[in-house]
Every structure is written in structure tokens, then in C-alpha cells.
């Protein structure tokens, strides 16, 4: 089974600090992605990586970065946390083509 | 990328087959759909997918229509562990775009 683990389940951040999410995959995927969910919104995708130290902007770039070093590593960036930032963040990863993408537990971060 | 439209909630009885339709009517030749799940604080489980043909798994059926405008999605025997938001998505071949729609909430009942 594929198996994509973040870092933390829940985390909480002050107003302006730099906030790393991580994400690791065991299955040797290309690809690897990164939403937001919120109530009502559904999921937006921030960012995706196609392979390593390749990256393409999403929907919702804005005040994230990413970073992919090493193929199974797949890192979200909050430059400087704003409490707008305050959601589920899910990270995922698929082989590339037509194979579906598969998810982490999420992250829950709080922005005070 | 085609929009899929799912009902809002269904319920169904527990040891029931659950049917869980998705209309994609603008949906093109090279369009994959996929249906994941997501149970509540936890990320969105794959399910199924296919292009044109039927297809089953451990998990579920896809159902396709022979137009490909719309799908079903069957859970034989629903459990109680089957409550959760249903997620129809239809993705073009060579894009990597998922578009997650507000899925159909299923509820099962004991």
C-alpha cells in the first residue's frame, strides 16, 4: 500500500513565523502535491512537483513556497504566517500519468 | 477539466448495496474518473477509477455509462465504516488537476 505520512497532525504557529510542513512518500511517485481544504471550499491545490526540484504553481500560491530536494520529500513553506493560513492541509502524491494520486492524514495548523 | 455534479447526502441501510450516482455530462475522450472518500479529520482514501469500462476492486464497482456522462459508484454492502464524504472527479489524461468538487455525504444506517 502506498503509504504518505506528514509530519504532524496538528500544529499551532503565531502571526508571522515560518512554518514548515513536511511530507514523505514510500512508493518512488514523481509526482507530489499540495492542498489547503476549507469548509465550503473544497480543496484548492497550493502547489505540485512534477519530480525533483521541479514545481508548478497551483490555484493558491500566494504566501507559500515548496520545496522537493529528494524524491520522497515534498516541503510546504509558510514565508510568514498569517491567520488566514489557518486550515486542513493535505499533501499527496501519484506516479505520473493516469494513476490516481494518494493522500496523508492531513495537517491541521492553526495560525494565532 | 469536465464539472461533475454529485447529490448533496444519501443514506443507506447497513449489509444494503449503496448507489452513489455522478452526472459529468461535458466530460471528454481522454477523461479519467475517479472516486476517492474522505472520513471526517482524515485525508481523501482512494476508491476506484477507470476511463470507458466497468471496473471493480476490494472496495467498490465503478459503473460507466455507455456515453460516458455519467457514473455510479456501488459500495455491495455498505458498513457503517462506509459514513463519509463521496468524492467524484473527473481529470484529463496529462493534466494534474484533480478538482474536488462538495461530494455526495453518505450516511449508513444500522
Known amino acids: 500500500d502506498v503509504k504518505v505520512t506528514q509530519s504532524s497532525r496538528y500544529l499551532v504557529k503565531r502571526t508571522g513565523e515560518k512554518v514548515f510542513l513536511e511530507c514523505v512518500q514510500d512508493?518512488?511517485?514523481?509526482?507530489m502535491f499540495w492542498y489547503r481544504q476549507d469548509p465550503g471550499l473544497g480543496l484548492r491545490l497550493i502547489y505540485f512537483?512534477?519530480?525533483?526540484?521541479?514545481?508548478e504553481k497551483g490555484d493558491i500560491p500566494e504566501g507559500y513556497s515548496v520545496s522537493r530536494e529528494k524524491k520522497e520529500r515534498f516541503s510546504l513553506i509558510l514565508e510568514s504566517a498569517s491567520t488566514n493560513q489557518t486550515s486542513m492541509y493535505l499533501c499527496?502524491?501519484?506516479?505520473?500519468?493516469?494513476?490516481?494520486?494518494?493522500f496523508g492524514d492531513g495537517t491541521r495548523l492553526s495560525i494565532l | 477539466d469536465a464539472k461533475t455534479t454529485q447529490p448533496p447526502s444519501m443514506d443507506c441501510a447497513e449489509g444494503r448495496a449503496a448507489n452513489l450516482p455522478c452526472n459529468h455530462s461535458?466530460?471528454?475522450?481522454?477523461?479519467?474518473v475517479y472516486w476517492y472518500r474522505q472520513i471526517h479529520s482524515q485525508g481523501p482514501q482512494y476508491i476506484i477509477h477507470g476511463l470507458k469500462n466497468n471496473e471493480t476492486n476490494e472496495m467498490a464497482s465503478l459503473i460507466i455509462t455507455e456515453d460516458r456522462k455519467s457514473s455510479t459508484l456501488i459500495l455491495p454492502h455498505a458498513t457503517l465504516r462506509d459514513t463519509a464524504v463521496y468524492y467524484c472527479i473527473v481529470r484529463g489524461s496529462g493534466t494534474y488537476k484533480y478538482i474536488f468538487g462538495t461530494g455526495t455525504r453518505l450516511k449508513v444506517l444500522a
Open positions: 499527496a502524491s501519484r506516479e505520473s500519468g493516469d494513476q490516481p494520486q494518494h
Open positions: 512508493m518512488d511517485h514523481e509526482n
Open positions: 461535458t466530460i471528454s475522450g481522454n477523461e479519467y
Open positions: 512537483s512534477y519530480d525533483v526540484k521541479m514545481k
